[in-house]
């Protein structure tokens, strides 16, 4: 069925790779990770799989198997990432190898607790709210690719989309803050996080604080554009589909 | 991305008072969001014949004549002093002015397919009530509609995926592909004997994306299908109505719609909408109970008469054109002499400007800050309008700031590929 495929997509490719910024930016998370090394490979049906690799006091998340890993973890259906990921059922997926290696699923689901509290978190402030902001980008920008590329109840809306890049970012001054980019070519979406080196369509927030209201629905988008709260250049067709997507990828996560 | 907050202060001050007490700021077509945010002005002080001032003072020739209504000038003294004598007798009222009834076998008059009309504000007033009438005549219920149209901002007209749009809104519309006569036959037969009428535009404008004028046959096929199919086909002429033939946009393209509705330009601006149908429609469009508190006040009819007038006796129809095909021209020149390769589209009087290359918008939208900045308003996504009060000095003198705003795009994004 469509909607568990979408929510085995948007686990694999839009929540996982959100544990590498809170492994970056949480204390605790941190000190889970420190001098941590292996790799877990998640993999579901259809090829679907992304390989969680603890490396350098931090964590990578890739997409695919593309290294050797030390514990597979393997869902047997789509529908039990839905059911994972809405906390119904079986929890984890059974390892098909690296028994020995338990260790680190243990410590997977410590900072997926940690990720779990921010994502519920009401009111952030500060650096919070920073992390919170980062997070709901990626989460909206990446779902709304996986949304497009297999959910058939939008495939009217993915249709509508022009093939191009469309690059969102969050500015926080001259360092420039978390950036992903979606690049749609034919029937295919794929986010990456990072800045491409050209664009036809740019969102950019002024602030994680106009981030954060935009992705929590506390903010007249419109009028933010309208007051340069929000940079908005380019392609107006690609962006008006993809909100749509954004949206849905939202529904999907809630 | 360009930002002129100085010379657009004014207009951003009050933007930012809007924004506190209206949703938007400024909401639906009139939004800032689809033109330059921050690069163009927000609010109009005054207007006069083809131009405008902003609340900061800038002067613009206009080229979207308010998204179409004004055709002979802002501010026209012949149509405002036909109002304003109309004022003095009334406008709103529990009923209507003997002006409907004058206006009314005007329009019966001037457009040869029209034996009778009714009166609204809105062209969607007009697409929405027509899609009634022809599910009322047919007792069916799909309409076949061209994707990517606009035809206002009902639920059924927003398309799917829409905020506030559900999906029974949507689902009795068909879609095709505007022009594509093979694709509306095959529309036709999947969904034989529920299609109740198809409602199209006489050339296609859609939203970010050139205009499509009717390959050859389209119209006399379409025509030749709704009469096999018992399918209703309405005209939305609102868009080019009275700026390509006054006797409808149907003529200049060879065919009769059963009901076509109009806006626009048909006032010079004063609030109207009219729908003009068929005998064979009459009685169906009778039975139909859709109305407004303001559809029916005198003030903008006595507006619509005085300008239905003049457009005949200028001669407007054909100035707009001339004056359409100076400023297509113009633009085509100018844009080569800097190495760019430019699309104008769609007729000349309603035409539209976009790059070649690319297909984002994004030089368009440059183009557009640098013309609104020096006194021109292009709009960067939505065709532009021609009117009577655009003289061949007024063209001129937009070319050659469309020559600056074109070298600009050549600087920023360099020659067409």
């Known amino acids: ?10 686990f ?9 910024e809170i492994a970056k930016k949480d204390k605790d998370a941190k000190k889970i990770v420190k001098g941590l090394k292996g790799i877990i490979q998640f993999s579901a049906p259809d090829d679907l799989a992304a390989q969680v690799e603890f490396v350098d006091d931090g964590i990578v998340v890739t997409p695919g198997k593309e290294k050797k890993s030390s514990i597979s973890l393997v869902f047997i259906s789509h529908k039990v990432v839905s059911n994972m990921l809405a906390k119904k059922g079986f929890g984890m997926p059974l390892p098909v190898k690296g028994l020995l290696k338990l260790g680190l699923t243990n410590k997977f689901e410590k900072i997926a607790d940690i990720l779990d509290r921010y994502m519920n978190e009401k009111n952030p402030k500060g650096e919070a709210r920073d992390l919170i902001a980062t997070l709901l980008l990626y989460a909206a920008v990446m779902g709304a690719a996986q949304v497009g590329q297999a959910d058939e109840s939008m495939a009217d809306i993915a249709k509508k989309v022009p093939d191009g890049i469309a690059h969102v970012e969050i500015k926080d001054g001259a360092k420039g803050g978390p950036s992903v980019y979606v690049v749609k070519k034919g029937k295919d979406f794929k986010a990456v996080k990072g800045r491409p080196d050209d664009y036809n369509v740019y969102l950019g927030f002024k602030n ?25 250049s380019g392609s107006l067709a690609f962006v008006e589909q993809l909100a749509i997507l954004m949206e849905k990828a939202g529904e999907y996560l809630e | 991305m360009t930002k002129d907050t100085d010379r657009y202060k004014n207009s951003i001050k009050l933007f ?10 400024i909401y639906g077509h009139l939004t800032p969001v689809i ?21 900061d003072g800038n002067e613009y020739i206009d080229y979207m004549c308010s998204y179409g209504p004004m055709v002979l000038g802002y501010n ?9 004598e109309q004022k003095k007798k009334a406008d ?23 034996d009778w009309v009714v009166f609204g504000k809105n062209g969607a007033d007009m697409t929405n009530h027509s899609l009634m009438i022809a599910r009322h005549h047919t007792k069916r219920k799909k309409i076949i509609m061209a994707k990517g149209a606009y035809h206002g901002t009902a639920p059924w007209a927003s398309g799917p995926g829409h905020a506030g749009v559900i999906d029974e809104d949507v689902q009795n519309l068909v879609f095709v592909t505007w022009g594509d006569l093979n694709e509306f036959n095959e529309a036709v037969e999947k969904y034989k004997g529920e299609i109740a009428g198809t409602i199209l535009t006489p050339y296609h404008h859609p939203t970010w994306a050139n205009q499509v004028m009717p390959p050859k046959g389209y119209w006399q096929g379409v025509r030749k299908t709704c009469d096999e199919e018992g399918i209703i086909l309405i005209l939305d002429d609102i868009r080019a109505g009275f700026r390509l033939n006054l006797q409808g946009s149907h003529e200049l393209f060879g065919f009769k719609p059963d009901i076509s509705c109009y806006c626009k330009a048909i006032a010079n601006g004063y609030a109207l909408s009219a729908m003009v149908g068929t005998e064979k429609m009459r009685i169906s469009a009778s039975s139909v109970f859709y109305t407004g508190s303001y559809w029916l006040s005198a003030v903008p009819m006595a507006a619509s008469l005085a300008t239905l007038k003049i457009l005949k006796r200028d001669n407007v129809v054909e100035k707009i054109k001339k004056m359409g095909e100076l400023l297509k021209a113009g633009l085509e020149e100018m844009a080569q002499a800097h190495d760019l390769e430019v699309e104008v589209t769609g007729p000349p009087a309603t035409q539209f400007m976009t790059f070649k290359d690319r297909g984002d918008f994004r030089n368009s939208q ?9 006194g021109v308003f292009f709009h960067p996504h939505h065709n532009w309008f021609v009117s009577a009060a655009h003289e061949r000095a007024d063209i001129e003198k937009s070319i050659n700031v469309a020559d600056e705003a074109f070298k600009e795009v050549r600087r920023v994004f360099g020659p067409s590929e």
């Open chain 2, 16 to 25: 930012k008072r809007a924004a506190k007490v209206i949703p938007q700021g």
């Open chain 2, 366 to 374: 440059l183009f557009s800050v640098e013309a609104i900045k020096r």
């Open chain 1, 208 to 232: 994680f604080e106009i981030a954060y209201a935009m992705f929590t629905n506390q903010l007249d988008m419109m009028a933010a554009v309208a007051l340069g709260d929000i940079e908005l």
């Open chain 2, 92 to 114: 709103i009222c529990n009923h209507p002015g003997e002006i409907m009834v004058e206006l009314a076998e005007h329009i019966n008059k001037l457009i040869p397919i029209a």
């Open chain 1, 12 to 20: 694999l490719y839009a929540i996982l790779p959100l544990f590498e």
């Open chain 2, 35 to 55: 033109v330059a945010p921050l690069a163009s002005p927000y609010y109009v002080e005054k207007t006069k014949g083809c131009k405008y001032w902003d609340v």
């Open chain 1, 1 to 10: 069925m469509s909607e568990n495929l979408v929510k085995a997509r948007l």
């Open chain 2, 76 to 84: 026209h003294p012949e149509v405002d002093k036909a109002a304003e």
